[in-house]
């Protein structure tokens, strides 16, 4: 099947009415629908948004985006967040004088 054209929204749901979920994303990104394309007609047609991103994931493509950092970055915020609490204690036991 090629489509020279994306499905439009009346023909992802004609195809929704009529077969499953996941067939219809295989052949919508066939015909060069995007990932929200296909959630959109899918919510219409009273899907989940979790049943449609499942349907997505079943036909063979990837939805999420590959961090790039590989958890850098919530390392960093936890390892300053350990180091204000560490200040934090430091200033506390300076400032009260009957600290044991």
């Known amino acids: 099947m090629n489509n020279a054209s994306p499905f ?13 979920l ?3 994303s295989k052949l919508a990104f066939k015909a060069g629908n995007t990932a929200d394309d296909i959630v959109g007609a899918a919510l219409e047609a009273d899907y989940t948004r979790q049943g449609a991103y499942a349907a ?19 390392r ?14 430091d200033k506390l036991k300076a400032s009260d004088p009957v600290a044991t």
């Open 56 to 74: 997505i994931r079943a036909a063979g493509k990837r939805t999420r985006k590959e961090r790039s950092d590989k958890g850098q970055t919530l």
């Open 22 to 24: 996941t067939q219809v």
């Open 8 to 20: 439009t929204r009346t023909e992802l749901l004609k195809l929704i009415a009529v077969t499953t």
């Open 76 to 89: 960093l915020k936890i390892n300053k967040l350990v180091d204000e609490a560490k200040a934090l204690q």
